[in-house]
């Protein structure tokens, strides 16, 4: 089946730094791709997501190219902020129905 | 729009002993799952329904977890006899039922077997 692989954390960084958050998957074919974040004590929301090849989902000021030549989605955003600290999970559908495979997910902190 | 509701939020319970968590999903939502997380992994598809019926349950422990969906709404995941490594969060979502389509998720059931 399919499955994804992502950065493990923590991942400590100060306010206004870039951030980058590595995601590579194998797939047959070319599945939808997601990023969810887990904030404190929340549960599970959807970031961003892409459907195909080329794609670049954003929202909240972060961003991820799905880049099938690497079979890649790595989560950026320019300046981060304290609130920005959570728990994120790359994800697509595992390959038979459309339940979703994750990532272990990468804890985030932003110190002030 | 209400989103999906899960209780209760917390349990503990003793190994060898059961349990019961409900999941009522946004209105209209065909698709159901239930995943797993153990603390410090990403969540695990447990099983997924398509209205009433059983799309996919091949990460399903059959011989102690069962689920049902009725009326292909509410659903309730259930676990008999409970074991030490079944302390995680459950968490149920749904989905509208379109292939790559946005799951929503509840907050989670979090279980602990002593």
């Known amino acids: 089946g399919n499955s994804v692989t992502q950065m493990e954390g923590p991942v400590t960084l100060s306010e206004e730094a870039f951030l980058t958050i590595n995601c590579t998957y194998t797939?047959?074919?070319?599945?939808?791709l997601f990023w969810y974040v887990q904030y404190p004590g929340e549960g599970l929301q959807l970031l961003l997501k892409?459907?195909?090849?080329?794609d670049k989902g954003s929202n909240k000021g972060f961003e991820a190219t799905y880049r099938k030549e690497t079979t890649s989605f790595h989560l950026e955003k320019g300046s981060v902020q304290v609130s920005d600290s959570a728990v994120y999970f790359c994800?697509?559908?595992?390959?038979?129905?459309?339940?979703?495979?994750f990532g272990k997910g990468t804890h985030l902190i932003i110190q002030p | 729009e209400a989103g999906v509701a899960q209780s209760p939020r917390y349990k503990i319970i003793e190994k060898r002993q059961s349990v019961a968590f409900w999941c009522n999903p946004i209105?209209?939502?065909?698709?159901l799952y239930w995943y797993q997380q153990i603390l410090g992994q990403g969540p695990k598809l447990l099983i997924q329904?398509?209205?009433?019926?059983?799309?996919?349950d091949s990460q399903l422990p059959k011989d102690r977890f069962s689920a049902e969906r009725l009326k292909g709404v509410d659903s309730t995941l259930k676990i008999q006899p409970a074991k030490l490594e079944d302390s995680a969060v459950y968490l149920c979502?749904?989905?509208?039922?379109?292939?790559?389509?946005?799951?929503?998720f509840g907050a989670g059931t979090r279980l602990s077997v002593l």
């Open positions: 979502a749904s989905s509208l039922g379109n292939r790559g389509g946005i799951q929503y």
């Open positions: 797939a047959t074919g070319y599945p939808s």
């Open positions: 892409a459907t195909k090849a080329d």
């Open positions: 994800a697509l559908p595992g390959g038979g129905a459309d339940g979703l495979t």
């Open positions: 209105s209209g939502h065909a698709t």
């Open positions: 329904f398509q209205n009433n019926g059983v799309v996919d």
